[in-house]
């Protein structure tokens, strides 16, 4: 029986192109600025050390916003990128320059899944700083509210088992209790593996026929009650 729902972002409760055709680019124009105006401040400092860490050698400001920019280039999953990303996208959406698009049929089910008291999780690789702006500005307002907690690659990258083994821990769930919800085979392969449920969400694309998950086209058409 299904007590927790662990949902993706990218591709299951949001558009794609939001993400790579309006979030990326706007922290690739800014991420420059960004670094410059604030290399004196601490966490963005510690960040900065963290891209040092990542490359294996010291890098000056320029060098080092230059590698930023390549790896948004190479869509990069890098932790210290995405939480840079996220400080970015916050002045972003202050500025009312950014308004974070869901899915309408992804935001009228988890509002009613928990309503019905089921728990809800977010799971993507951007950092939890930067889901928690773009659910919390939203065409229809602050979603924040309907979320349990929030997982990033800190735990672990999402196509490892071993990431959803410590969610389930953290959680303290049974895993065959939890349902992990993406757009991606090899993420809710890793999910299967720790024992979680899984379902596909394929919006526009031809899933494989020959997936062993269960797969859908929008959140209408999740029945949880075929999650035995």
Request: glycine share 6%.
């Amino acid at each position: 029986m299904i007590k927790a729902i662990i949902t993706d972002i990218e591709g299951t409760t949001s558009s794609l192109s939001f993400v790579k055709d309006t979030l990326f680019p706007y922290a690739r124009a800014h991420v420059g600025e960004f670094c410059r105006a604030n290399s004196e401040n601490e966490a963005v400092q510690k960040l900065l050390a963290d891209v040092n860490i990542e490359v294996g050698t010291e890098l000056d400001l320029e060098h080092a916003i230059n590698q930023l920019i390549q790896w948004i280039d190479d869509d990069k999953k890098i932790t210290p990128l995405k939480s840079l990303q996220g400080l970015i996208w916050e002045l972003g959406y202050q500025r009312g320059e950014l308004i974070g698009h869901l899915y309408p049929d992804a935001i009228r089910n988890l509002q009613n899944w928990k309503a019905e008291g089921f728990d809800l999780y977010v799971y993507s690789s951007g950092s939890v700083y930067a889901q928690k702006l773009l659910f919390a500005h939203t065409e229809v307002g602050d979603l924040t509210p309907l979320f349990s907690g929030y997982f990033d690659t800190h735990i672990g990258a999402k196509q490892d088992s071993t990431s959803y083994e410590n969610i389930v821990a953290h959680i303290g769930l049974p895993a065959e209790q939890l349902l992990f919800l993406s757009d991606i085979e090899a993420e809710l392969n890793a999910a299967q593996t720790a024992g979680l449920q899984t379902i596909w969400l394929t919006r526009e694309d031809a899933p494989q026929t020959e997936a062993t998950h269960r797969k859908v086209r929008n959140f209408d058409e999740i029945e949880l009650e075929h999650c035995l």
